[in-house]
């Protein structure tokens, strides 16, 4: 195990160079540069000075090497975009926040989506089952930000006087749960579905028709085979899940006023901020690369199986 850990831990080099390369090229590819994009024009003179000062007249593959220079050195660069702050700067003060809410979100998909999708599936075509199944379905399709905008109409204006959940701003845990709840709600949809599917297809297997006939507890055969073989798709999920709910919180953030990274990552794009863009990024596939290795580590718990392929 330890072997494949360390070797998943140098994989991770290859495959942020990539990812910077890509949205490096990528971002090129828009017409202009952060400075054209201002409403007042930036004299001819000015223009070079910003370009010289940001190595924007140099060739791509210079301007990369750079950027990449200040990744390996832990120095993403200023903000081209946001004058007297940096990348780093904007990366400290407003990821945590969507870090937060993106693990909270996680949190009560996975609380509550994994229990739903077991006992639906255990309580097949009865009437929880359907009850469930109508819920989730219907919740899959309702968006994030209606969830939001009827959250806060409850509980800011019908409910206001018996609950305690301000509907704006980030401060203590009453206000992380609204939110949380709005971004969380189509992932906990997800897993209720995937779970229950992945288990009625375990229900059905010859080894667990085997176990009951050997006389074993029910509870034994759900919890040791049935529960674990089943867990394996939504772990798979959970990983690019994650990264989704951390950097595409954006609406949510807007909505309840959360001072998150999401604003930002779409700002940088339209503003043509390379350096934030690519910042955060990066961010994102170190938080999707950990994520991975923290579900290929689960899959050796889940399945024994896979021990001996992976090391």
């Known amino acids: 195990m330890l072997k494949f850990i360390v070797r998943r831990a140098l994989w991770t080099i290859p495959v942020v160079l990539l990812v910077v390369f890509m949205t490096f090229v990528m971002m090129r590819q828009i017409k202009g ?17 910003l370009d010289r000062k940001y190595h924007l007249n140099k060739p791509w593959y210079t ?13 993403l660069g200023p903000s081209l ?20 809410l993106g693990g909270l979100a996680m949190l009560w998909a996975v609380v509550f989506g ?6 639906a ?7 929880f089952d359907y009850a469930v199944m109508t819920v989730v379905n219907s919740g899959y399709a309702i968006p994030n930000f209606l969830i939001a905008t009827l959250l806060i109409y409850f509980f800011a204006l019908k409910w206001r006087a018996y609950t305690p959940f301000p509907t704006n701003g980030w401060g203590g845990p009453s206000s992380w749960v609204l939110p949380a709840i709005a971004l969380g709600h ?49 772990v798979t999920a959970a990983a690019p899940l994650l990264g989704f709910l951390i950097t595409g919180s954006f609406i949510v953030e807007t909505i309840f006023g ?36 923290v579900v290929d580590i689960l899959y050796g718990y889940l399945d024994p199986r ?5 090391t």
């Not at 975009?81 to 937060?100: A, T, W, Y």
């Open 114 to 119: 994994i229990p739903l999708g077991i006992i």
């Open 186 to 234: 189509a992932p906990m949809t997800f897993f209720a579905r995937i779970v229950r599917g992945s288990m009625l297809e375990t229900l059905q297997q010859d080894y667990i028709r085997t176990a009951k006939a050997k006389g074993l507890r029910w509870r034994r055969v759900v919890g040791l085979h049935v529960l674990r073989n089943s867990l394996i798709p939504a």
């Open 81 to 100: 975009v946001q004058r007297n702050q940096g990348v780093n700067d904007i990366i400290k003060e407003h990821f945590p926040v969507s870090l937060k």
């Open 33 to 49: 540069n952060p400075f054209q994009v201002t409403e007042r024009a930036v004299p001819v003179s000015i223009q070079r000075n």
């Open 258 to 293: 959360i001072p998150g990274i999401g604003k930002y990552f779409v700002t940088s794009v339209t503003g043509r901020d390379y350096s934030v863009t690519m910042g955060i990024t990066i961010m994102l596939s170190l938080i999707i690369i950990v994520a991975n290795l």
């Open 63 to 75: 301007q990369y090497l750079y950027y990449v220079k200040g990744v390996f050195t832990a120095d």
């Open 121 to 127: 599936a255990l309580k097949q075509n009865s009437v």
């Open 306 to 310: 896979t021990r001996d392929v992976r």
